[in-house]
Antibody, heavy 122, light 110 residues
Framework: QVQLQESGPGLVKPSQTLSLTCTVS??????????WSWIRQPAGKGLEWIGR???????NYNPSLKSRVTISVDTSKNQFSLKLSSVTAADTAVYYC??????????????WGQGTMVTVSS | QSVLTQPPSVSEAPRQRVTISCSGS????????VNWYQQLPGKAPKLLIY???LLPSGVSDRFSGSKSGTSASLAISGLQSEDEADYYC???????????FGGGTKLTVL
């Protein structure tokens, strides 16, 4: 059973870079037809897709965040990572990593991490 | 302001049926499949419906999805207290080249 686990600092200062890692266990990050995504959710608000990466290194980013986001993958460690630069209080949220299964019938986020809370504050 | 529009809340009595709507445009729902996610309080979202109307293994058949044009709906029959959660629709947007979500609908079982 594949599981995802986010890790990283829970507190980031304004203007600094938020860095999170998602570790994939129970299966190889390189196997199958999957993208690997980051999604966030401010307290009491809805879900916002940040971006995704394929194990080839190909990425897609949310246009509203694209200038500040970098997603990378380390297949040797079975991990993928998120970097969000120049953070402000508006970036305070629970950050989820998720597996996106793509098939001929459609794509969907079929497995999610438990989420990690990141607060931007001095 | 979310790209996909959902009602903020719905409520219904136990054992009844409720529907949640999701409205989009030709660049998302009109041209791509819709997925629905259930988020129980304090938990991560869980895939509930994919490709408009398919149920993942293990999801109760009390849940069903449908789509017509640029709108989609989630129906829950035989409501139970455990169904109280936030429900989100999602679709790929060809114009934005990314995933978009609805704002979420809070279901209260009276």
């Amino acid at each position: 059973q594949v599981q995802l686990q986010e890790s990283g600092p829970g507190l980031v200062k304004p203007s600094q870079t938020l860095s999170l890692t998602c570790t994939v266990s129970g299966g190889s990050i390189s196997s199958g037809s999957y993208y690997w995504s980051w999604i966030r959710q401010p307290a009491g608000k809805g879900l916002e897709w940040i971006g995704r990466i394929y194990t080839s290194g190909s990425t897609n980013y949310n246009p509203s965040l694209k200038s500040r986001v970098t997603i990378s993958v380390d297949t040797s460690k079975n991990q993928f990572s998120l970097k969000l630069s120049s953070v402000t209080a508006a970036d305070t949220a629970v950050y989820y990593c998720a597996r996106e299964l793509f098939t001929t019938t459609g794509d969907a986020f079929d497995i999610w991490g438990q989420g990690t809370m990141v607060t931007v504050s001095s | 302001q979310s790209v996909l529009t959902q009602p903020p809340s719905v409520s219904e009595a136990p054992r009844q049926r409720v529907t949640i709507s999701c409205s989009g445009s030709s660049s998302n729902i009109g041209n791509n499949a819709v997925n629905w996610y259930q988020q129980l309080p304090g938990k991560a979202p869980k895939l509930l419906i994919y490709y408009d109307d398919l149920l993942p293994s293990g999801v109760s058949d009390r849940f069903s999805g449908s789509k017509s044009g640029t709108s989609a709906s989630l129906a829950i029959s035989g409501l139970q207290s455990e169904d109280e959660a936030d429900y989100y629709c999602a679709a790929w947007d060809d114009r934005l080249n990314g995933w978009v979500f609805g704002g979420g609908t809070k279901l209260t079982v009276l």
